[in-house]
T-cell receptor
Framework: GQQVMQIPQYQHVQEGEDFTTYCNSSTTLSNIQWYKQRPGGHPVFLIQ?????EVKKQKRLTFQFGEAKKNSSLHITATQTTDVGTYFCAGQGRRTYKYIFGTGTRLKVLA | KAGVTQTPRYLIKTRGQQVTLSCSPI?????VSWYQQTPGQGLQFLFE???????NKGNFPGRFSGRQFSNSRSEMNVSTLELGDSALYLCASSLAGSFTDTQYFGPGTRLTVL
C-alpha cells in the first residue's frame, strides 16, 4: 500500500545549526502538506505545496516539492529552541486518493 | 475566532464498550476530519465529513463511524472497543476540505481502553 516515510526519525541539533527532514512517498502525490506538533500539543498546519518542483519559504523555513511529486523536504536555517517538535508531512495519492501522514521527524534543539 | 474544540479531553473505557467523541469546528468551516494518533502507527486518517456527507475514508474497520450535523459539529463513534484503540483522537476543520486546504486541529481526546 501507499507509504510515506520520513528521515531522519530523530534529530538533535545545537541551537543555530541547520536542520533538514526528508519526506518520501511510495506513490505520486497530488500535493504535500507540512505540520508541526509540539510535545503534548496538536499538529499545526505549516504549508501546502502543489506544483512539481515548487519551493516556498516562511522566514527560516524552506519547503520543497520534488519534480516527480514523490518527495519533499523541509529545511530550517539557524534553529531556535522554539523549533522543537515533531514535523510531519502528509499527502494525497494522485491515483489512490488516500491521504497519508509521514512517520514524522522529532527535532530537539540544544541551547 | 474560537478554535476547534473536542470533548471530552480524556476518557477511560473498558474492552467491549462503545464511545462517542465530539468535535466542534471553527465557525464557518464545513469540513471536519478525524485522525488517530498512536506511538506505534503515527497519525492515521479516519474519515472526513463535508456538509453532513462522508467524503473520504481511511483504512479503519467498520467499528469506527462518524457523522456530521447541520451545524458542522461532528461526532465519532467506536463500538466494541479493543485495547489497540487506545490513542489520541484528533479532529481538524477546514473551509473547503482536508486534503487541499489549511486544517486546524483540535486539542484531541485521549482515549484509554482497559
Amino acid at each position: 500500500g501507499q507509504q510515506v516515510m520520513q528521515i531522519p526519525q530523530y534529530q538533535h541539533v545545537q541551537e543555530g545549526e541547520d536542520f533538514t527532514t526528508y519526506c518520501n512517498s511510495s506513490t505520486t502525490l497530488s500535493n504535500i502538506q507540512w505540520y508541526k506538533q509540539r510535545p503534548g500539543g496538536h499538529p499545526v498546519f505549516l504549508i501546502q505545496l502543489v506544483k512539481s518542483g515548487e519551493v516556498k519559504k516562511q522566514k527560516r523555513l524552506t519547503f520543497q516539492f520534488g519534480e516527480a511529486k514523490k518527495n519533499s523536504s523541509l529545511h530550517i536555517t539557524a534553529t531556535q529552541t522554539t523549533d522543537v517538535g515533531t514535523y510531519f508531512c502528509a499527502g494525497q495519492g494522485r491515483r489512490t486518493y488516500k491521504y497519508i501522514f509521514g512517520t514524522g521527524t522529532r527535532l530537539k534543539v540544544l541551547a | 475566532k474560537a478554535g476547534v474544540t473536542q470533548t471530552p479531553r480524556y476518557l477511560i473505557k473498558t474492552r467491549g464498550q462503545q464511545v462517542t467523541l465530539s468535535c466542534s469546528p471553527i465557525s464557518g468551516h464545513r469540513s471536519v476530519s478525524w485522525y488517530q494518533q498512536t506511538p506505534g502507527q503515527g497519525l492515521q486518517f479516519l474519515f472526513e465529513y463535508f456538509s453532513e456527507t462522508q467524503r473520504n475514508k481511511g483504512n479503519f474497520p467498520g467499528r469506527f463511524s462518524g457523522r456530521q450535523f447541520s451545524n458542522s459539529r461532528s461526532e465519532m463513534n467506536v463500538s466494541t472497543l479493543e485495547l489497540g484503540d487506545s490513542a489520541l483522537y484528533l479532529c481538524a476543520s477546514s473551509l473547503a476540505g482536508s486534503f487541499t486546504d489549511t486544517q486546524y486541529f483540535g486539542p484531541g481526546t485521549r482515549l484509554t481502553v482497559l
